[in-house]
C-alpha cells in the first residue's frame, strides 16, 4: 500500500538544487526515512526531501527557515559544493480528475504518495543537471571557438596545449556525469517495483525534454573533444616538423664541419 504525505494540502511548492558532485547519503542522522532508491527523509513540520548521491536534492513543502536549516546541516554531506547551485521549482498540486501531466507549469497528481514524489523528485533532479552543464558547456565552445581560429595562426604556444587539454579533460568529466553516474535517459529503479507509475514518469521526461536535453548535451560534448584533438594533434604535428628541421640543421652543420676538416685541415 502506497503511504500519502501532505494529506491536509491540495497544493505545495517543490525545488530541485544541484549542490554538488556528490552527497553522501549514507551518513545522514536523526531524519526518518520514509523511502530508498532514492532516499527520501522527512524535514521539518510537515516536509520531505529526496536526496540524490549524485549532488541533487529536491525539497517538498519547505517553508524558508525550514528550508534554510536543512541545507546548512546537509551541507558537511555535500563533496565539492558549488557556490551557485543550479536551481528549478514547480508548484505541485492535487488532481483527481484530469490526466497526470505539467499543465501550465504546475505538475497535476492523483495523490501525493512517497512513490508519485520520487518520480517527481528524479525528473526535477535530472533537469537541474542538464541545466548546470548546459550554462558550463556553453562557456566551453566560447573558449574553444579560439583555439580553433589557432588553426590558422602560427603563434600556437604550449599554454594553449595545456588548456586544451584541459578543456578535454572538462569534456571527459562531464561525459562520465551525466552517462555514468547521474544516468539521465535511464529510467529509475522505483519503476520496478510500482510499473503503474511509468506513465507519469514517461509524461514528466517529456515535458522537461529530459531526453532532448541529453541528446544536445551528448552532441556537444562531442564536437567540442573532436575539436579540441583536432587542434591538439595539429600542434603536436607542428611541432614534430620543428625537431625533424632541428635534426636536419644538426646534421647539415656536422656535415659542413667534416668537409671543413677535410678541405681546409687534411
Known amino acids: 500500500m502506497q503511504k500519502l504525505l501532505f494529506n491536509d494540502r491540495d497544493s505545495f511548492r517543490a525545488q530541485a538544487l544541484f549542490l554538488g558532485k556528490k552527497i553522501n547519503v549514507q551518513r545522514l542522522e536523526n531524519y526518518v526515512c520514509l523511502a530508498v532508491m532514492p532516499v527520501m527523509v522527512?524535514?521539518?513540520?510537515h516536509?520531505?526531501?529526496?536526496?540524490?548521491?549524485?549532488?541533487?536534492?529536491?525539497?517538498?513543502?519547505?517553508?524558508?527557515v525550514e528550508k534554510v536549516a536543512f541545507l546548512t546541516k546537509l551541507s558537511s554531506q555535500v563533496s565539492d559544493s558549488f557556490a551557485e547551485p543550479e536551481t528549478e521549482e514547480v508548484e505541485v498540486q492535487l488532481n483527481v480528475e484530469q490526466s497526470?501531466?505539467?499543465?501550465?507549469?504546475?505538475?497535476?497528481?492523483?495523490d501525493f504518495s512517497v512513490e508519485r514524489l520520487q518520480i517527481v523528485a528524479d525528473i526535477l533532479a535530472k533537469s537541474v543537471v542538464l541545466s548546470h552543464y548546459e550554462t558550463?558547456?556553453?562557456?566551453?565552445?566560447?573558449?574553444?571557438?579560439?583555439?580553433?581560429?589557432?588553426l590558422l595562426s602560427e603563434n600556437r604556444s604550449r599554454r594553449q596545449s595545456r588548456e586544451l587539454l584541459r578543456q578535454l579533460g572538462?569534456?571527459?568529466?562531464?561525459?562520465?556525469?551525466?552517462?555514468?553516474?547521474?544516468?539521465?535517459?535511464?529510467?529509475?529503479?522505483l519503476l520496478w517495483e510500482s510499473p503503474q507509475?511509468?506513465?507519469?514518469?514517461?509524461?514528466?521526461?517529456?515535458?522537461?525534454?529530459?531526453?532532448?536535453?541529453?541528446?544536445?548535451?551528448?552532441?556537444?560534448?562531442?564536437?567540442?573533444?573532436?575539436?579540441?584533438?583536432?587542434?591538439?594533434?595539429?600542434?603536436?604535428h607542428s611541432s614534430s616538423q620543428r625537431v625533424e628541421w632541428y635534426v636536419v640543421i644538426l646534421i647539415v652543420v656536422e656535415?659542413?664541419?667534416?668537409?671543413?676538416?677535410?678541405?681546409?685541415?687534411?
Open 42 to 45: 522527512t524535514v521539518g513540520e
Open 47 to 64: 516536509g520531505c526531501a529526496v536526496l540524490l548521491d549524485y549532488g541533487a536534492v529536491v525539497l517538498f513543502n519547505l517553508e524558508p
Open 100 to 110: 497526470e501531466k505539467v499543465k501550465e507549469g504546475t505538475i497535476l497528481l492523483h
Open 136 to 150: 558550463s558547456l556553453a562557456s566551453v565552445f566560447d573558449q574553444i571557438e579560439p583555439f580553433a581560429a589557432s
Open 170 to 189: 572538462t569534456t571527459l568529466l562531464v561525459q562520465h556525469k551525466i552517462v555514468g553516474r547521474v544516468e539521465i535517459i535511464d529510467k529509475p529503479d
Open 197 to 236: 507509475l511509468e506513465n507519469l514518469y514517461l509524461r514528466l521526461e517529456d515535458e522537461y525534454e529530459i531526453r532532448e536535453r541529453h541528446n544536445a548535451l551528448e552532441r556537444k560534448l562531442e564536437l567540442i573533444s573532436q575539436t579540441a584533438q583536432t587542434v591538439l594533434e595539429f600542434m603536436q
Open 255 to 266: 656535415i659542413l664541419l667534416s668537409l671543413y676538416d677535410i678541405f681546409f685541415k687534411g
